[in-house]
Structure formats: C-alpha cells, structure tokens
C-alpha cells in the first residue's frame, strides 16, 4: 500500500498513530502522531541517540529539524488532501533555546497555500507551547 493510501486511511479513521511509523527517518527517531483540535501534533520521544551535545546535553539541531519538517509535512498533507506527497523546496529553522533530552512536541500551520508551492510555519516545544525552543519556515512543492 503506497504512503498516499495509507494517509487516506488513517485521515478516514482519525487515527494518525502508525504515521510516523510509515517514514523510515521519522520511525527512526521515535516520531508519532496526534490529532488534537484538528490540528496534528507531531512528537519526538527523548532517545541518547539524538543528543548532539553531550556537556549541556541538548537535542541535535539535526533532530529538532527533522521534527520541524515532519511536522509541517504531516500538516500540509492533511490539509490539503493532495495525491502526491509535497517536497520540501526550502527549509530555515531558527533555534531559540536548547532542547533538553525530554519530550519534544511540533505543531505546523500553513501561512500561504499557492496553485503549487505551500509556505508552513512549524514550531516546537518541549513544556509549554507559547516558548518554542525551534521555528521553522517551510516552503513545500505541491505538484
């Protein structure tokens, strides 16, 4: 079953929680997915893996990236119920505060939705969700 159909079936169930697990890289680093108030939030549940400072110790900002895409392209995909799965065109994170090794969650809102490119804004937080600790602007290739 393609990825596209998998999608479709778990947006007609509402049950988003083997998303993550159909991406290689988002299973990898320990990602899922949930529906809360319509919006998907995407998590990345602390392994030693993915510290990329081991004095502090801090999140890799590698990791907290890829959460931000993740995110942003989980988000775009179910809103805009597209067959093919965008591409990412550009990414630019800008990193506010060390990730400590705890939970990290992601939520991701489109600013501008084109014919065929998409602008997303992803943030993510570990505690309390009005102090991101990364942001992310996204611009995704739709066709």
């Not at 392994?47 to 999140?59: E, F, M, Q, R, S």
């Not at 800008?94 to 969650?105: A, F, I, N, V």
């Not at 943030?123 to 992310?136: G, L, R, Y």
């Amino acid at each position: 079953m393609s990825f596209y159909a998998r999608f479709q079936e778990m947006k007609a169930t509402g049950d988003f929680s083997g998303l993550a697990e159909a991406l290689p890289y988002t299973k990898f680093m320990g990602m899922s997915v949930k529906i809360v108030e319509g919006r998907l939030i995407t998590q990345m549940t602390y392994d030693d893996k993915l510290i990329g400072n081991t004095v502090l110790p801090a999140l890799h900002g590698g990791t907290l990236a890829a959460l931000l895409e993740a995110a942003a392209l989980f988000q775009i995909a179910y809103d805009l119920d597209t067959k093919v799965m965008p591409k990412v065109i550009t990414l630019t994170v800008d990193y506010m505060r060390s990730g400590r090794p705890k939970l990290t969650r992601a939520r991701a809102a489109a600013t501008r939705v084109g014919r065929r490119v998409a602008n997303v804004r992803a943030e993510a937080w570990q505690e309390d969700p009005s102090k991101p600790i990364t942001a992310a602007n996204i611009n995704f290739l739709l066709s």
